[in-house]
């Protein structure tokens, strides 16, 4: 598979956080991440305290280079406002 962004030639397995594989691209630096992975992941991890949330939010917080594939930002959408309810 190719890379979504840049178009290397191809994708390496890697993690983004623990229990969390993604598709890694070396040239771009980004992630391809399966949206089943994903809800595993989430629905898996511990509610953050307060310090936590805040420090983690700084950390991950969108660079201006972040992008979403088209067909996963709607996907992704749809679960954010379905865990936020």
Do not use: N
């Not at 629905?43 to 201006?64: G, I, L, N, Y």
């Amino acid at each position: 598979m190719k890379c979504p962004h840049c178009h290397t030639p191809e994708l390496m397995p890697t993690m983004i956080e623990e229990y969390l594989p993604a598709m890694g691209c070396g040239t771009c630096h980004g992630g391809l991440v399966s949206l089943l992975y994903y809800r595993h992941w989430a629905e898996t991890q511990k509610e953050p305290t307060d310090a936590q949330a805040t420090r983690s939010a700084r950390q991950h917080s969108p660079s201006r280079h972040s992008d979403l594939m088209p067909r996963s930002a709607a996907s992704l959408r749809h679960l954010a406002d379905s865990v936020a309810t």
